[in-house]
């Protein structure tokens, strides 16, 4: 297949032992002219194909490099790969785990990003939560600016959402591997067929999302999603302040209007503890999974906000 010069490239490569796809937009490897990297961290479920769109404008508006790195195991290997190279070394890392994931984003900076690049960190949901973890144990990494997106750093299983899924993830995990179990078992046409119904009420639906949907529902994928968002309810309780205050200056914070995982009130909350920050508040009614139908505006402002670095 031909690709056209903007459209991402996947890689699969093994990270912390883990298969973990990269999706490169811009340039696959960099080298001393790129002073700038955007990098992004994804949501739960941390596949990079639903950033598609997302990248594509983000590059064609910025002129950078733009990476997403997939969460460890949220992707379908290849067949010449296994989701681990090593499963007791992965087991004894726990590298599916919340803090797993933060070494793993941190493993692959030194692996494959030099010292000397800028960083500009985009974090979705709880990406935003491993970039102030990559932050916080990592003080010399180059971060120019850090862009949290609907960010879920604080009090997840106190919201609206949080109360709902909290009993699934963490009392129900295996019954909830049930349904993907079946679900992986149809032919890949019906797969695909439930997926568009299932998102049919979206009215502007990028198709970019159909694919990835249909490998996450496929088999381990959703299984480490699952077993990764039980440990998010638990683990992701007080809002890591100190990290926020010392690096203040490179944060900017949007806040979804109508966000069941991080209600208006925190917003109000943390903009009221640092009134010096950059907290913006949706104004346009974007979802908190904004890449099923927004992926190409929300692009244009993170580049709009970051033209001047």
Known sequence: MEHRKNDPQSEFIYCCGAVTELLTC?????????????????????????????MQTLHSSSGHPVWA??????????????????????????????NGQIEHKLAFLRERVPRETGLVLVGH???????????????????????????????????????????????????????????SLLPASLRSFLVKLTLGHI?????????????????????????????EMKKVVERDNITIKKNLDKLIFYYGVVDHWCPVSYFHNIKQDFPHGDFRLCEKGFRHAFVLDAGREVAEMV???TRHL
């Open 26 to 54: 811009g340039a696959s490897h960099l080298f001393s002219e790129h002073k700038l990297l955007f990098l992004i961290i994804p949501g739960n479920p941390g596949v990079v194909g639903f950033y598609k769109t997302f």
């Open 69 to 98: 790195l997939s969460h460890a195991g949220h992707c379908a290997p290849p067949y010449s790969m296994d989701m681990v190279e090593d499963a007791s070394a992965a087991e004894r890392d726990d590298v599916f785990g919340l």
């Open 125 to 183: 949901s709880i990406g935003c939560y491993i970039i102030l973890e990559m932050i916080k144990r990592n003080p010399e990494l180059k971060v120019l600016k850090a862009i949290m997106l609907f960010p879920t750093i604080e009090r997840m299983a106190q919201s609206p959402q949080g109360k709902v899924m909290t009993p699934v993830l963490c009392q129900m995990r295996y019954l909830a591997y049930l349904p993907v179990f079946f679900f």
């Open 203 to 231: 009215s502007s639906l990028d198709q970019c999302i159909i694919p990835p949907c249909v490998e996450l529902l496929s088999g381990d994928c959703a299984a480490n999603s699952i077993y990764m968002g039980g440990q």
């Open 303 to 305: 580049a709009e906000w």
